[in-house]
């Protein structure tokens, strides 16, 4: 299995979309409740892209089957350094190393961006993304209680941080 990594395209578009309302719709690993038009995606990424933060494209065979990507932290110049992270593999390819492989290629963007720390920002059900991170070197640093509702349950988020070597 070859998986080839690039920067995002336009055209990419409806297969991420797939896999971000995939998640929207069954999991609570997107705290949304509706699904996302084209458009909005677009329109997301456009914005990531104009302020020069990276959106990562993984293909086997010429199919999209992961993407992942940062962005600021938060908007105060002081987190300038700060970035936060999403990484999503689509269902049929999940536990082949696909994550991993985006989330070493998006480490080292980050490093070559000059920034110091990046943050995962996890639903706590989602125990599979929290081993994933604390393998990549992630440590968690908090957890935030009843942070959002949804599927008629509270969830909690749990702030994982990764502190980038100089």
């Keep these: 299995m070859q998986v080839n990594v690039r920067p995002y395209q336009i055209k990419d578009c409806p297969s991420i979309l797939e896999i971000v309302n995939y998640n929207i719709n069954h999991t609570t690993n997107i705290y949304e409740y509706l699904p996302r038009t084209l458009e909005e995606?677009?329109?997301?990424?456009?914005?990531?892209?104009?302020?020069?933060?990276?959106?990562?494209?993984?293909?086997?065979?010429?199919?999209?089957?992961?993407?992942?990507y940062y962005s600021e932290f938060r908007t105060r110049p002081a987190y300038q350094f700060t970035i936060e992270h999403s990484v999503y593999v689509s269902n049929q390819h999940q536990h082949k190393g696909i994550g991993k492989i985006l989330l070493t290629e998006l480490i080292q963007l980050a490093q070559k961006q000059d920034k110091k720390t990046i943050i995962a920002v996890i639903d706590s059900e989602n125990q599979n993304s929290v081993l994933f991170h604390q393998k990549a070197g992630f440590r968690t640093v908090g957890i935030i209680e009843q942070s959002g509702n949804k599927f008629d349950r509270w969830l909690h988020t749990v702030i994982m941080q990764l502190t980038l070597k100089p």
């Design 41 to 68: 995606q677009i329109q997301q990424f456009e914005d990531k892209l104009k302020k020069d933060f990276p959106i990562l494209i993984a293909e086997i065979n010429n199919e999209l089957v992961g993407f992942g």
